[in-house]
């Protein structure tokens, strides 16, 4: 069974930066693609960024592209959401997730996630 516990999430004024982790424990989480979606209040949960299992490719939403970078240490089984220049509406509950179904593979887009985190709260003020 994979279990995905977020932490880092917080309240930040425009213009900061936060560091969001996942700490992810299974047999073959590994070996999964990894992300990170959000989900605004009254709206839609999406997409923010993803990894591959290795860490080679990484890929973010258009919306966050040059503000936000992901990474993961396998060693450690726990991958990371660096957000900078963090902007009011970037306010949301912040989810990570996992991809089996990406076992092993370059191929990380679309991230169909089968295991999800609770959750971490991300507040922006101006």
């Known amino acids: 069974q994979v279990r995905l516990v977020e932490s880092g999430g917080g309240l930040v004024q425009a213009g900061g930066s936060l560091r969001l982790s996942c700490a992810a424990s299974g047999r073959t989480v590994s070996s999964y693609a990894m992300g990170w979606f959000r989900q605004a209040p009254g709206k839609e949960r999406e997409f923010v960024a993803a990894?591959?299992?290795?860490?080679?490719?990484?890929y973010a939403a258009d919306s966050v592209k040059g503000r936000f970078a992901i990474s993961r240490d396998k060693a450690k089984n726990t991958e990371y959401l660096q957000m900078s220049s963090l902007k009011p509406e970037d306010t949301a509950v912040y989810y990570c997730?996992?991809?089996?179904?990406?076992?092993?593979?370059?191929?990380?887009?679309?991230?169909?996630?089968?295991?999800w985190g609770q959750g971490t709260q991300v507040t922006v003020s101006s």
């Open positions: 997730a996992a991809d089996s179904s990406k076992q092993t593979s370059s191929i990380v887009l679309p991230l169909v996630p089968d295991y």
């Open positions: 990894v591959s299992w290795n860490g080679a490719a990484t």
